[in-house]
């Protein structure tokens, strides 16, 4: 199985700081990578696939590149609505996993 | 609008057996791979089950694999889960999630889970 290792596994920030979450692959994944919300008590959504491009609707405040093992989700200038935790998750290999998960928090 | 709702979960025993459902509706439910995420108490998201568009590939999470048996009827718009030897580990929210990606022998292409049911409570207890 691919191992997803995320960090951190939580962070606190400010409102309109840039923030860092970053997720590295046990094997290369290509760019079968997406990226994930979820807000407390509610079911995730997706925010990025394929490693770096924009699900419709989710605002340019979000962002995520990489490729092969090592994967970066930023938000560039943090709202208070992005309360939540993040996850990575690989689907180059069966089983599909998910990272650990980041939870975000205002400072 | 995307609607999954899901339905079933509740509290049984250990060895004991739940048949959960996913009812979906705005979408072409038989043109998407559908999917079973489960996530523990306070714990990440764990994948259990993927059901491609006509039913013909199945895959299971190794946890999951003899016990749960996935399915759906495309006819009525609706994913199952039957769920059967439960252990408390198997205690959670359970998430049935649309794929417009799909797997085949055992490779998956485009997968990402687009739309999320807001999850149905599975607790194993004695």
């Known amino acids: 199985d691919i191992q997803m290792t995320q960090s951190p596994s939580s962070l606190s920030a400010s409102v309109g700081d840039r923030v860092t979450i970053t997720c590295q692959a046990s094997q290369d994944v290509r760019k079968s990578f997406n990226w994930y919300q979820q807000r407390p008590g509610k079911a995730p959504k997706l925010l990025i696939y394929d490693a770096s491009i924009l699900e419709t609707g989710v605002p340019s405040r979000f962002s995520g590149s990489g490729s092969g093992t090592d994967f970066i989700f930023t938000i560039s200038s943090l709202q208070p609505e992005d309360i939540a935790t993040y996850y990575c998750?690989?689907?180059?290999?069966?089983?599909?996993?998910f990272g650990g998960g980041t939870k975000v928090e205002i400072k | 609008e995307v609607q999954l709702v899901e339905s079933g979960g509740g509290l049984v025993k250990p060895g004991g057996s739940l048949r959960l459902s996913c009812a979906a509706s705005?979408?072409?439910?038989?043109?998407?791979?559908m999917n079973w995420v489960r996530q523990a108490p306070g714990k990440g998201l764990e994948w259990v089950s993927s059901?491609?568009?006509?039913?013909?590939?199945?895959y299971y999470a190794d946890s999951v694999k003899g016990r749960f048996t996935i399915s759906r009827d495309n006819a009525k718009n609706s994913l199952f889960l039957q769920m059967n030897s439960l252990r408390a580990e198997d205690t959670a929210v359970y998430f049935c999630a649309t794929n417009e990606g799909y797997c085949s022998n055992g490779v998956c292409y485009k997968t990402r889970f687009d739309q999320w049911g807001q999850g149905t409570q599975v607790t194993v207890s004695s």
């Open positions: 059901v491609s568009s006509s039913g013909s590939d199945i």
């Open positions: 705005g979408f072409t439910f038989s043109s998407y791979t």
């Open positions: 998750q690989q689907y180059h290999n069966l089983p599909l996993t």
